[in-house]
């Protein structure tokens, strides 16, 4: 049965935490029942019959958690191929086309949202895939428009505007850098409205490795001095965003 599949993995990946995406959206009885299962049964079961490309050199059946990094190492590799096949999205030249300029416009929060989820359907699938700045694909405009929503009263605008900026940065990476290096000090400082945290957390994270490198936020001039001086910034939430932002990309970058 699937909640059998499920105890299986479990059991394989080291427990029930590696599974809480699918657990949580089990009904209690059905936890339960994965619980007795697990009881019951701790370990994984032995493989006895196995693909021929999952046996390793000596020709002998891996264990049940050497199955599952193969064949996650696998469907890795099958994503980068097909990111690498697909083509890339000229996102100026469609947002052009779409909507969104018409729902900027507008003085209703929503409509700007509605607007800004609409830059990033043109953005196409995940992991976004955009083309490099160049004299057909002009991302200044689009960017400065971003800046200005920055701005913005309402919160959900505000959030909108860092996914379309995280986009741009995770698609068209380091050519970015120019545009987007600049909003640093604008991000920190939103940092410290408790809405905002998550969402420019995310935003940053984005901009490290794809825009940022890790001696571009170490320069002097890289804004973070200043977003950790108290006596400059003088809320201590931004200070500490800027921090775990810190300790994020040391992290990432080992």
């Known amino acids: 049965t699937a909640l059998e599949i499920v105890a299986e993995l479990c059991r394989a990946l080291g427990g029930k935490g590696a599974m809480d995406d699918v657990t949580e959206q089990m009904k209690s009885a059905q936890v339960k029942e994965l619980d007795t299962l697990l009881e019951k049964q701790s370990s994984p079961t032995e493989i006895k019959t196995v693909l021929r490309s999952l046996r390793n050199a000596d020709g002998e059946i891996p264990s049940a958690s050497d199955a599952m990094a193969a064949l996650q190492a696998g469907a890795a590799e099958l994503e980068a191929e097909r990111y690498a096949n697909r083509a890339a999205v000229n996102l100026p030249v469609e947002v052009q086309r779409s909507e969104y300029a018409q729902h900027l416009k507008l003085s209703k ?32 405009p689009l960017i400065s428009e971003m800046k200005g929503l920055l701005s913005h009263t309402h919160f959900a605008v505000v959030t909108k505007a860092l996914e379309v900026l995280a986009m741009m940065a995770e698609g068209a990476g380091e050519r970015l850098y120019p545009n987007l290096r600049p909003f640093l000090p604008k991000l920190f400082s939103l940092s410290k409205d408790k809405k905002l945290t998550k969402p420019v957390s995310s935003c940053l994270d984005a901009f490290f490795g794809k825009v940022l490198a890790f001696d571009h936020i170490l320069d002097s001039d890289s804004a973070i001095p200043d977003a950790l001086d108290e006596n400059r910034e003088k809320n201590a939430l931004a200070r500490s965003s800027v921090l775990e932002f810190l300790e994020r990309s040391v992290s990432a970058r080992e």
């Open 109 to 140: 929060w929503s409509e700007k949202v509605t607007g800004l989820k609409i830059i990033l359907e043109c953005g196409g699938e995940k992991p976004y895939k955009l083309e490099p700045p160049s004299s057909s694909a002009n991302y200044a």
